[in-house]
């Protein structure tokens, strides 16, 4: 049985303050500029790609605190150590079976690195494990989010600190690198579509009245992309069906293939094989709101001030990857990923008589690895260039022929 997703109504939400809505309304101003200068509609992908993205306004461009107990999600890096620590286990071996051919520099490249907590933990593993990159390189188009994670290694890992370099684009001068990108697929903006008999439309998005809003328009190029997803899936999709796809995907990849000359790429997000994603009970699509940890459906909803989010296709990410020259090397649930990275035996090596310590620990593994939690609800995926070594994140469980 699937899940089905679970949405709150946004009257419940907590309203924002006076300073708050007036940041908001000027990126509404922003969106309804762009809806006159495209002669009315524009794609919802344009519209989300601006809620989230808009320079100073935007949801992750502005100075709005998004992650922890007082943002509006949590991630895994904000749960515990553990997970940044498990995955430089997973670094430390690329960068151990790289040596062992080239004597080239070896770089960690993350994109929106969030508070710095991930970047820090991955840095403070790879230097016990003596494996430390040349550069850990953070692409990060947000300069509140930069000068967050700056002060973040300043104050946990400062004698790193020189060791990482922000960057706004991919790098020109980078050969070997890991990239690692948590719940970074998810943030990309999506397209909604709608079946209509026998046609596809897209969701579009105008100004009416001074208001936002909506409509699902015919679209043949959206229709195409929806038919190779039926046909390569075997997938049916009634009358009525909505849910999105991600466009974005095969040009970032295609990015990072055309930069890079040996590379492991690693994506870790929420999100189903391409069966799952349009499963018949999957009716409404996983599009999401994010809003002082609770989800809506209403993207309206003060736009620059909540999160707006779509679960990942990862079947359609594995087609896009091979399109591009790269090669699938795994994909496995966040929780056999992190056991397979020595989850248990850093837990063994960190545990203490206290009690409280003990609990914490116990409680921090739980939400990283149950099913109920994160465990099975993220995945992982790698993706390689010119490596062909087995990465023991996948030792324990390889979901790979699901996709």
Same mark, same amino acid.
């Given at each position: 049985?699937? %899940?089905?997703?679970?949405? #709150? ?27 006159? $200068?495209?002669?009315?509609? &524009? ?41 940044? $620590? ?9 960068? *151990?079976? &790289? ?49 967050? $994670? ?24 980078? #050969? /070997? ?17 709608? &079946?209509?008999?026998?046609?596809? %439309? ?6 009416? !009245? ?10 043949? /190029?959206?229709? !195409?992309?929806? #038919? ?78 909540? !999160? ?35 989850? #248990?035996?850093?837990?063994?090596? *960190? ?6 310590? $003990? ?45």
């Amino acid at each position: 049985m699937v %899940e089905p997703l679970i949405k #709150s109504d946004n009257r419940t939400l907590v309203e924002p303050d006076d300073e708050a809505k007036k940041r908001s309304r000027l990126l509404v101003q922003c969106i309804k500029e762009e809806c006159e $200068q495209a002669g009315g509609w &524009i794609r919802f992908s344009a519209f989300m790609n601006t809620a989230l993205y808009q320079p100073g306004l935007g949801y992750y461009s502005g100075g709005l605190q998004k992650f922890g107990e007082r943002g509006d999600f949590i991630t895994a890096p904000e749960v515990s150590p553990l997970f940044g $620590q498990c995955l430089a286990g997973q670094v430390a071996e690329v960068f *151990q079976n &790289i040596r062992e051919i080239s004597d080239e520099k070896l770089f960690v490249i993350e994109f929106g690195a969030g508070s710095g907590v991930l970047a820090v933990d991955v840095l403070l593993q790879l230097e016990q494990l003596d494996a430390l990159p040349e550069k850990y390189l953070i692409l990060e188009l947000s300069a509140e989010l930069q000068n967050r $994670q700056q002060e973040t290694i300043k104050h946990k890992a400062p004698h790193l600190y020189q060791r990482v370099q922000w960057l706004q684009q991919l790098p020109d001068n980078v #050969s /070997n690198a890991v990239v690692i990108a948590n719940e970074v697929l998810d943030a990309m903006p999506v397209e909604c579509f709608r &079946i209509s008999g026998e046609k596809t %439309e897209a969701l579009m998005v105008a100004v009416e !009245d001074e208001k936002l809003v909506c409509r699902y328009l015919a679209d043949d /190029n959206l229709a !195409d992309a929806i #038919s190779t997803i039926k046909q390569r899936s075997e997938i049916e999709l009634a009358d009525g069906y909505r849910s999105e796809l991600n466009p974005a995907i095969t040009g970032w990849l295609a990015a990072l293939e055309s930069r890079l000359q040996r590379a492991v790429i690693l994506l870790i997000d929420y999100g189903y094989n391409e069966k799952e994603y349009y499963h018949p009970d999957r009716s409404e699509g996983t599009l999401m709101c994010y809003y002082r940890h609770k989800a809506h459906g209403d993207f309206f909803w003060w736009p620059g001030l909540q !999160d707006i989010t779509a679960f990942v296709n990862f079947t359609d990410v594995a087609y896009s990857a091979l399109d591009c020259g790269l090669e699938m090397a795994g994909y496995t649930t966040q929780a056999a990923f992190l056991l397979a990275n020595g989850l #248990s035996d850093l837990h063994a090596s *960190q545990v203490t008589d206290e009690v409280q310590q $003990q609990v914490k620990l116990s409680q921090q593994i739980k939400t990283l690895t149950l099913p109920s939690e994160m465990g099975d609800r993220f995945k992982v995926m790698a993706l390689t260039k010119n490596y062909d070594k087995l990465l023991k994140g996948f030792s324990m469980l390889d979901l790979s022929n699901r996709l």
